[in-house]
């Protein structure tokens, strides 16, 4: 009886592709980072504790962002591949799934900037709110194998920080915006002010860099760890 519960659960089944995607994996989501991070040096007219990432798309550089969330995209997908077969049970399998949604949204970001509302809030939700649910679920998934324990722990950590920053990001939001609406004289303005009055709160920025930061950091976990199974392994 016990035999035939060991073999019903494998703890390691690589594929074939799984070490090329996880390497892409990983290139592109440093590269996603590395882009991030010029378009604070690129457009430093968008202050990044109040302007969120989507609206480096009204500056110069709107090409840069569209490679940056390009590139986000393509390695959500890459860890699918590399993952998919570490991955048993129906809730991880479900994971999945809202991995490769995650990876629409943020290639579709590409396409709509904030210019496109409506495309661009479909992107939004689907990124957004698609890797928390993503990463949470393949957390406990992949802890359940045993050649998976040690990276159960910061997969979980992470997971909660990308859900906890998503929180954040709409708490700070809510915050800003009544500040504004109060000293607005009860509107907001029509657009963006290049300074924000005395006394509003600005964190709102730096809450939509940390989704990105932590989901970037959870595709590098996962990743490298695969990478590491796979030399184990071979």
């Not at 570490?86 to 579709?108: P, S, Y």
């Not at 409506?118 to 679920?137: Q, S, T």
């Not at 920025?205 to 990105?212: C, P």
Request: charged share 10%.
């Amino acid at each position: 009886m016990t035999t035939t519960m060991t073999k019903a659960v494998p703890t390691h089944n690589p594929s074939q592709v799984a070490g090329p995607a996880a390497w892409l994996a990983i290139t592109t989501t440093f590269v996603t980072i590395l882009l991030l991070a010029a378009l604070h040096v690129l457009s430093p007219e968008f202050s990044p504790s109040w302007r969120v990432i989507s609206e480096y798309a009204l500056g110069r550089y709107g090409w840069v962002l569209s490679l940056m969330f390009l590139s986000w995209g393509i390695s959500s997908w890459a860890l699918v591949v590399t993952i998919w077969p570490e991955v048993h049970t129906h809730a991880g399998k479900v994971g999945l799934w809202f991995l490769i949604i995650t990876g629409i949204g943020e290639a579709m970001a590409s396409v709509f900037d904030v210019t496109h509302e409506v495309g661009h809030g479909i992107a939004g939700l689907l990124g957004v709110i698609g890797f928390p649910i993503a990463a949470l679920l393949l957390s406990v998934a992949l802890g359940r194998n045993e050649s998976w324990r040690t990276a159960r722990r910061p997969l979980l950590w992470l997971a909660n920080l990308s859900w906890i920053s998503v929180v954040l990001l709409v708490l700070t939001l809510a915050i800003m915006t009544m500040q504004m609406t109060r000293l607005n004289g009860g509107h907001l303005p029509q657009h963006a002010p290049r300074s924000l009055p005395p006394g509003v709160l600005a964190l709102d920025g730096w809450a939509d860099r940390l989704i990105v930061l932590s989901n970037c950091a959870w595709v590098l976990v996962a990743a490298w760890h695969a990478i590491q199974l796979r030399r184990k392994h071979s």
